[in-house]
């Protein structure tokens, strides 16, 4: 069996991966899958007020999992799949190589259909047929745009647009084909007169089109620069942060991430043991919505083939239910919510965080003194959730309202102990397609400052 | 010379016959394995090949990059075509003309310096000899241990590269990486601790590593870390081991001295080429040179030869480092920083192994902690960051210390401190005269990561932000 290697078809790459399944389970393996994945892309950088390159490549990849009596070995590599039989041997003799594991039972099998590919929305032929002039003529109007704005400013970034179709097939007769476009665009923003330097980045990112957000990105980035211009050092002590979407996602993505049944189960949560209990305030709620239409991290089903389900991690401050896949969900006797990788772990996909009562600005209003973080990441350590990170863009807050950008300060805490103290969720958001980020407000969070 | 880097140097002279003024062309052919081994069993065994070919050209002032993942001659054509699309598809939007300098064109082959071949073992004694590994790191642990995961890889990289002035390289890469991680409790606190080790060679490093200086003190470590206070917070001296050092030289000063980062006005060191900017008696290099540190190599990703780049002379900013392009832009001659994460990316003024250097008439690490009064000894590296532009970056550490009256005092955990580059530069007040060179890890920007080692001497910095909680 062949492919068309300058037409890459769905159909063809599932019936190549189809047999190569079966083939792998008749030269020994217990369970095998197989992945074959087609992308292209191009790009434009951008890099102070100009057009750096353009770019265009186009990319195979494909892996076989091979288990046997539990173990597993995966082979596989970059470029057209024409030796899938030498992928598959090799994927069968790592496994026999592995250690055996008693928990493991099977790959999932069929278990009715998967969601209908048109309601998840994720291919626009707009984006598929991007062409590199137009690509590039949209870099040079952002920059054109932006130094409309203001004169003064000089702007880097990147515009990306690619289309990849992909296939998977398992021995159990699980069957998954995708199609899909992704859009992105970053700016980065730089603005100096002499040592006073301020400077801002952001990006918006889409499977279509219509959903990409390039005029306001170019603005929002240009002012933003500014602002972080005439930077001070603040106070040490407790302050209240308010923590924009941008600088909220680092820790409620944390957060979620730590509700994975693979790191619960190994001890690496600080989510660990605590199933059941109120673990942060009870203003946040997260849920996980892989199904959501247009999303940036959506798909019917996950690595292992498992159809994908929303889960609702954390109801109102309670760690109510963990991202399993099918080992996991299997071991502990639960549904199986699909977020399994390739690699056997679990990983959230888009997180949408419930929307408060008071909008950011109002929740800014309430603070007399503190901080407000705008972007950077608190990134707590994965096993402890202790954090001790910079403030890269933040502003102080004075009698509710933002004052001066600030400068060489850090904050720290545990990301359970901090989120417990959420006193605010706005009920304005950032939404990046199939995400829901709102700022979170938080009481007496310790800051290191120079003053 | 072989035939593949004559094919790519034709697929040059075609682009340059096709109106390019320049036009490099490089292929990879690797493979590698990768075994992970957690809570005494060996799972996630897997292998991964990858070949290809990318084309750069220039055009009109403009740049163009096409890649393919094959290495027959219809792919390298496909490859040139798109690129020269490409490149046109970029002048059309450009304003500023790029060029590269005038090269001399040089042909050679480099074979790795390896003292044991990745097959010299089966794979399972490498899995036996990692279960050991793992196994003893988990029972130093005791009954704290909660997860304990080694995971180690392997892999060749074989690179050929030709360009239009004539040069054909090629060189083989071969790496090779092991790292633990032990995650404990004790009385309800939890930690994790790892070491890393990796190196441009080959499996020597797994079969010369023990398991007392690697799994068993990571074991150590993460028992230490439980037990710890939290960090203080506030402003304070700070003696750095020179695993902190060499962050400090690589992120505070080393991304700020990448020539492409510097002409896009993104470097706080914006127009201070031959000024003081650090304490004097600081002197900071950036050199591919070095025998089988992590981030060395014979030649760059655009074929020019590695060198050792002086950054900071004395505390004064004298050289920056540069690809083909941006030695252009300024007129001065490569100085071999131009690398690629692979065959389908552009190269970027980048750092190798970056490293503040000793002062051999400095003090010794006990006479710096008998000269601070209070602060903090920050005794073993993690991770860190800058923001370029801005002059702001961090440094995490693993473990540190209190340092009171001189004298070492208690751990601690959590323990990160931030700075202003020009500031903490400035602030350095002490250079030991001891050196070390183990931070090995993969350096990111522009979405490319490369191979990058960092490391120096002791340091005193008078005074930085600790961000604590005590």
């Known amino acids: ?451 | 010379m072989n035939d593949l880097t004559a094919k790519l140097l034709d697929c040059c002279m075609r682009a340059v016959r096709q109106g390019a003024a320049f036009a490099d062309a490089r292929c990879t052919v690797g493979q590698g394995t990768a075994l992970t081994v957690q809570d005494g069993r060996a799972e996630n065994l897997s292998s991964h090949s990858y070949h290809g070919v990318g084309v750069r050209v220039l055009v009109d002032g403009a740049w163009g990059v096409s890649s393919c993942d094959a290495l027959t001659e219809s792919a390298m054509e496909r490859a040139r075509i798109s690129a020269l699309a490409a490149a046109r598809a970029a002048a059309g939007a450009r304003r500023d003309a790029a060029s590269v300098g005038q090269m001399s064109p040089l042909v050679d082959c480099r074979q790795p310096q390896v003292r044991l071949a990745f097959d010299a073992w089966p794979l399972t004694r490498k899995i036996a000899r990692l279960l050991e590994l793992e196994r003893a790191g988990a029972a130093a642990a005791g009954g704290h241990g909660l997860n304990s995961v080694l995971t180690y890889s392997e892999g060749t990289r074989h690179q050929q590269l030709a360009n239009s002035a004539g040069t054909r390289i090629g060189q083989c890469l071969p790496h090779c990486r092991v790292a633990y991680t032990i995650t404990a409790a004790v009385d309800d606190v939890r930690q994790q601790a790892t070491e890393f080790k990796a190196h441009l060679g080959g499996l020597e490093l797994l079969t010369e590593l023990e398991p007392e200086p690697f799994s068993v003190r990571a074991a150590s470590n993460v028992l230490r870390q439980c037990r710890a206070r939290p960090a203080p917070s506030g402003v304070m001296p700070i003696l750095f081991h020179p695993s902190i050092t060499g962050l400090l030289a690589h992120e505070a000063l080393g991304h700020n001295a990448e020539a492409d980062t510097y002409w896009a006005g993104q470097s706080i060191l914006q127009d201070k080429l031959g000024q003081p900017i650090a304490a004097s008696g600081v002197t900071i290099v950036d050199d591919a040179t070095v025998p089988g540190a992590y981030g060395s190599f014979a030649y760059d990703d655009e074929g020019v030869p590695a060198a050792r780049n002086v950054i900071v002379r004395d505390g004064v900013f004298v050289g920056l480092l540069h690809n083909l392009e941006t030695a252009a832009r300024y007129g001065v001659a490569p100085n071999g920083c131009g690398r690629v994460e692979d065959h389908s990316c552009q190269p970027l003024a980048r750092m190798s192994n970056t490293f503040i250097a000793p002062d051999p008439a400095g003090p010794t690490v006990e006479r710096m902690i008998r000269s601070i009064d209070r602060g903090l000894y920050l005794a073993e590296g993690h991770e860190g960051y800058v923001l370029p532009e801005r002059g702001l970056f961090v440094c995490r550490a693993d473990s540190a210390r209190l340092i009171r009256d001189g004298q070492l005092g208690d751990w601690l955990r959590d323990v990160s401190v931030s700075g202003l580059v020009l500031d903490a530069l400035t602030r350095i007040e002490q250079v030991g005269s001891d050196f070390e060179m183990t931070m090995p890890g993969v350096c990111g920007k522009l979405g490319q990561g490369v191979p990058t080692d960092c490391g120096g001497p002791h340091v005193v910095v008078s005074e930085m932000v600790v961000g604590g909680i005590d």
């Open chain 1, 1 to 451: 069996m062949t492919l068309n290697l300058d037409r890459p078809d769905e159909g063809e790459m599932l019936a190549m991966a189809a047999s190569a399944a079966e083939q792998a389970r008749r030269c020994g393996a217990d369970f095998a899958d197989v992945a074959i994945t087609w992308s292209r892309h191009i790009s434009v950088e951008l890099e102070a007020n100009d057009v750096q390159l353009c770019e265009q490549h186009e990319t195979w990849h494909f892996s076989v999992r091979a288990f046997v009596g539990g173990g597993m070995g995966l082979a596989g590599g970059d470029g057209p799949p024409q030796d899938l039989h030498g992928t598959l041997v090799r994927a069968i003799e790592l496994a026999r190589l592995a250690g055996r594991d008693p928990d493991f039972a099977d790959l999932p099998r069929p278990n009715g259909p998967l969601i209908d590919a048109r309601l998840l929305d994720l291919y626009d032929p707009l984006v598929a047929e991007m062409c590199l002039p137009d690509a590039a003529r949209l870099g040079r109007h952002c920059i054109d745009q932006a130094r409309a704005i203001d004169g003064g400013i000089l702007l880097s970034g990147d515009l990306t647009f690619s289309a990849s179709r992909r296939a998977m097939a398992g021995s159990t007769g699980v069957r998954m084909q995708r199609a899909a476009t992704y859009a992105e665009v970053d700016l980065f923003a730089v603005a100096r007169d002499g040592d006073d330097i301020g400077s801002f980045s952001d990006q918006t990112v889409s499977r279509h089109m219509a959903d990409l957000r390039v005029a306001p990105l170019a603005g929002r980035v240009v002012r933003l620069a500014r602002e972080y211009q005439h930077a001070r050092p603040c106070r040490s002590g407790t302050q209240t942060l308010v923590l924009a979407p941008l600088a909220s996602g680092s820790l409620l993505g944390s957060l979620a991430a730590a509700t994975s049944a693979e790191r619960l189960r190994r001890g690496r949560s600080p989510l660990a043991r605590l199933r059941g209990q109120a673990v942060v305030s009870p203003l946040l709620t997260l849920a996980d919505r892989p199904l959501s239409p247009r999303g940036i991290y959506t798909s019917s089903c996950d690595s292992d083939g498992s159809p994908r389900r929303d889960v609702e991690m954390i109801q109102s401050g309670v760690f109510a239910e963990p991202l399993n896949n099918h080992y996991h969900a299997r071991l502990w006797g639960e549904p199986n919510n699909g977020h399994g990788t390739r690699q056997g772990e679990i990983s959230p996909t888009n997180l949408q965080v419930a929307p408060g009562s008071q909008t950011e600005a109002e929740l800014i209003a309430d603070v007399g003194e503190g901080i407000y973080l705008q972007a950077g990441s608190l990134d707590p350590d994965p096993a402890s959730g202790d954090f001790s990170s910079a403030l890269d863009f933040a502003r102080r807050i004075e009698k509710g309202r933002l004052t001066w950008p600030i400068n060489d300060a850090m904050a720290a805490g545990n990301l359970l102990e901090v989120l417990s103290r959420v006193d605010g969720v706005s009920s304005d958001y950032r939404s990046d397609p199939g995400l829901i980020l709102p700022a979170i407000r938080i009481r007496d969070v310790q800051i290191s400052g120079t003053q």
